[in-house]
């Protein structure tokens, strides 16, 4: 999936809550439908790979 099909399944534009906790919330929701390696590739991709790997130990907790 894309941020576009994020966007429409979550019914909201993701980047409506920058700056504030409910960004983060939104984020664990859209990365407990990704595997985990294809968290780690959109870290990679932007840049952020330990962001990427705390995210995977994160939403394994709520798998």
Known sequence: MVAGEYEELLGEDLWDNAGNADGLHEAITVARGLTDEEIRRAGE???????????????QKYR
Request: net charge negative; glycine share 20%; hydrophobic share 55%.
């Open 45 to 59: 991709l932007a840049g952020c790979l330990g962001e990427a790997e705390a995210m995977v130990g994160t939403v």
